[in-house]
């Protein structure tokens, strides 16, 4: 790990001694709630991650052996239903990997906008594609409901006596979904520990059941992980690469830099949508938080402020030139940079157990429980408030803005973030106008800019929006649900459901006073569309 952080090392020598004297990294290891809070509630029990590496290993052979009937059985695609921690892990891992040849292929779909519903329903044959129900709680609203829209689908294809062949689930022992999945005479139910929170459970079930599904060499992964797991036992800091990271990413939040901007190697882009759910959900709240900047647009130095600090994971063999040479620029330009070298893809295994053991040190540094999310059941209370509403009276209820998009952009002030909330579909196309969008943004005020799309960043960043500092702007995009979905047994649709979600998030933010906007468009965004908000 090469670091380079200029006039900021003193500062972080500091914290660096606190940590020494307060024995901090033994007390993580001893599971000593006090670190965090005076108090052991959703601690205590969330410390499980810390033996995954060990405890998964022992049950890879049975998981692989699980993965070798699936393929016999002829399957050729899995589909994942499942928010936040229960399929951000799944994600990376598939996106990085892929279906090893002969192995299913694997969507993931953690979206209520119909449009990405349509999407994988049409590139699947029902009658070959296992699904995979996703939920730690098994009270995920979102995935339950997509559970019986494929239901419905798998029983018109192959009958109600043999559906059940088609399902497996993933959650904590006796929840709703594990006595559903019985009931429903699920094909295997993976139980996971209960003392692992969702964000912290990659290398639980929650990872590694689709990626030994598909091929991916699991056992590896949890071998790497175990690697940087040993390091991160040692109390010595300078010894514990684990650990100096939280100490950077949460001493430099402190000290005004807590844009933290990931940059990676192609192969890895990925990484950052797990990633950014770890930090963003674990440390913002309490009006602090380090916010996570991901797939944001490598720019000139002139186009960043000094509230940012860069991790670039390198991977070697890929193609780095021109990530290398932007790095190089910046780290001249005296921003604060951390450099860390994957000899290969599967170190992705050890990055996994690296940034949840800097997260927790960070979350010590900032003072907040890392495992907790208190903000997030706002958002979830007024969508059900709106859904009712609209249930009742058959039109969503009006929504009073004081800002328009323009007039959002106008008040940008430095150390300011732009945030913008897509609920329409992701696409390859989609991302790139964003992404040039995000570009223009950045260089002209010269802030940090992120994208979630809805209703999947409600189970990633909405913690952070609602909970972390009052940096934040917010563009909400939304758009009329054309193609829309009834779900069985509701008398409502996923559009009606996505567009609750958008507007109790909105009003949710407007409750703790943040700026928020929101632009409606019609048909397919255009650069133009986005590019006219700009003053």
């Not at 006090?34 to 998964?56: C, F, H, K, V």
């Not at 600090?309 to 070697?316: A, C, D, E, P």
């Not at 004081?402 to 106008?410: E, I, Y």
Request: net charge negative; aromatic share 8%.
């Amino acid at each position: 790990m090469e670091i380079s952080i200029g006039d900021y090392l003193t500062s972080i020598e500091s914290v660096n001694s606190d940590i020494r004297k307060n024995r901090v990294i033994s007390r993580v290891w001893e599971k000593d709630y006090r670190l965090w809070s005076s108090e052991p509630a959703e601690i205590s029990n969330r410390l499980g991650w810390l033996d995954l590496p060990e405890t998964m290993l022992s049950q890879i052979d049975s998981l692989i052996a699980f993965a070798g009937e699936i393929k016999k059985s002829g399957f050729r695609h899995i589909v994942l239903l499942g928010m936040g921690g229960s399929s951000l892990g799944a994600e990376v891992l598939n996106q990085t990997y892929g279906s090893t040849a002969g192995y299913p292929e694997l969507f993931v779909l953690d979206s209520t906008v119909p449009a990405s519903i349509i999407t994988v329903t049409e590139a699947i044959d029902p009658q070959h594609t296992l699904f995979i129900v996703s939920s730690k709680s098994g009270t995920t609203t979102e995935t339950n409901l997509l559970f019986s829209y494929f239901e419905d689908i798998v029983i018109s294809a192959v009958g109600k006596k043999c559906a059940g062949d088609h399902f497996i689930a993933i959650t904590d022992p006796e929840t709703p979904l594990a006595i559903l999945a019985a009931k429903k005479n699920s094909r295997k139910t993976f139980f996971t520990p209960r003392d692992i929170g969702g964000r912290y459970s990659i290398l639980s079930f929650f990872g590694l059941v689709s990626a030994a599904l598909t091929g991916i060499d699991a056992a590896s992964i949890l071998r790497r992980a175990g690697e940087m797991r040993s390091q991160a036992e040692c109390s010595n800091l300078d010894n514990n690469e684990a650990a100096r990271l939280g100490v950077i990413l949460g001493s430099m939040a402190q000290q005004g830099r807590d844009k933290f901007t990931l940059v990676t190697s192609p192969g890895i882009s990925s990484f950052g949508l797990w990633v950014e759910q770890l930090l963003a959900e674990s440390t913002g709240k309490n009006g602090t938080g380090i916010i996570p900047v991901i797939g944001e647009p490598l720019l000139g130095p002139d186009s960043y402020g000094n509230d940012r600090i860069f991790v670039y994971l390198r991977l070697q063999g890929d193609a780095n030139s021109f990530t290398d040479e932007a790095v190089r620029k910046v780290k001249n330009a005296g921003q604060p940079v951390v450099i860390i070298d994957l000899h290969d893809v599967l170190d992705l295994g050890a990055e996994f157990f690296r940034w949840e053991f800097a997260t927790a040190i960070a979350g010590q540094i900032l003072k907040v429980n890392p495992f907790n999310q208190p903000d997030v059941e706002a958002t979830k209370t007024a969508t059900k408030e709106i859904l009712k509403q609209t249930i009742e009276s058959g039109n969503p209820p009006d929504i009073t803005l004081s800002l328009s998009p323009s007039d959002l952009l106008n008040g940008i002030m430095s150390g300011d973030y732009l945030a913008i909330l897509a609920y329409i579909s992701r696409s390859e196309k989609m991302d790139e106008t964003i992404s040039f969008f995000r570009k223009k943004i950045a260089e002209k005020y010269h802030i940090a800019t992120t994208l979630g799309y809805g209703p999947r960043y409600l189970h990633s960043t909405g913690q952070l929006h609602k909970g972390g500092p009052r940096s934040g702007l917010f563009l909400q995009i939304i758009t009329e649900y054309k193609n829309d979905l009834r779900i069985p047994g509701e008398s409502y649709t996923f559009g009606t459901l996505a567009e609750a979600q958008a507007a109790g998030d909105l009003i949710t933010l407007q409750s703790r006073g943040r700026r928020i906007a929101r632009l409606l468009i019609n048909g397919d965004i255009s650069g133009d569309t986005l590019l006219d908000l700009i003053p």
